[in-house]
């Protein structure tokens, strides 16, 4: 899961909140929270680590942009 809850304080807790939740109830299934300018870093260096990224809309847009371009090289 990925936001920017250190500088987007009001916006992150419930996605975080729910994240923790729902991902509660798939105990085989790893899950964590990165933020998202070192989740586009990450997806630079080690596109593979990541199987599924949760996000929103506003920086989904962006990463899915950044994984494209994988594609296309």
């Known amino acids: 899961m990925s936001d ?3 500088a ?3 916006v992150g807790d419930l996605w ?13 299934i790893e899950a964590e929270h990165i933020y998202i300018d070192t ?3 990450m997806m630079i260096r080690e596109p593979s ?3 599924v990224i949760v996000t929103s809309n ?3 847009d962006i990463i899915t942009d950044l994984g494209h371009s994988f594609r296309a090289a």
């Not at 975080?16 to 939740?21: L, V």
């Open 4 to 6: 920017k809850s250190n």
């Open 8 to 10: 987007l304080r009001y």
């Open 16 to 28: 975080q909140r729910t994240f923790a939740i729902v991902s509660g109830r798939y105990p085989g």
């Open 39 to 41: 989740l586009a870093m």
């Open 49 to 51: 680590y990541f199987q």
């Open 58 to 60: 506003m920086f989904g």
